[in-house]
């Protein structure tokens, strides 16, 4: 049906930055929100950024101000640009994308995650 498919993520120096892309593929007609979430070991999974189909982004409070969302509706594409980044921002990455509508007609209201790309943040 869907699948999304990272990349980006790596080994980078505190006060680095990184770019992390991810494409949903498959029959989309739209989707209605896309972000991305983050884990380290023996914690939740936390929101880190998403961004509505018009445009509106929503932003973890630790990383407002460093990390950017945005998006590319006809290619079902979502970027996250992470500035100065810092040891604590190391985990691993996921995309997330929820109510995806099928050029069928068929909708599916509950999220799909990618496969997760490991961000690194080290000296």
């Known amino acids: 049906q869907v699948q999304l498919v990272e990349s980006g993520g790596g080994l980078v120096q505190p006060g680095g930055s990184l770019r992390l892309s991810c494409a949903a593929s498959g029959s989309i007609s739209s989707i209605n929100v896309m972000g991305w979430y983050r884990q380290v070991p023996v914690k939740e999974r936390e929101l880190v950024a998403a961004i509505t189909r018009g445009g509106n982004p929503n932003y973890a409070d630790s990383v407002k101000g460093r990390f950017t969302i945005s998006r590319d509706n006809a290619k079902n594409t979502v970027y996250l640009q992470m500035n100065s980044l810092k040891p604590e921002d190391t985990a691993v990455y996921y995309c997330?994308?929820?109510?995806?509508?099928?050029?069928?007609?068929?909708?599916?209201?509950?999220?799909?995650w990618g496969q997760g790309t490991q961000v690194t943040v080290s000296s």
């Open positions: 997330n994308t929820r109510g995806v509508l099928l050029r069928s007609g068929r909708y599916y209201p509950d999220a799909y």
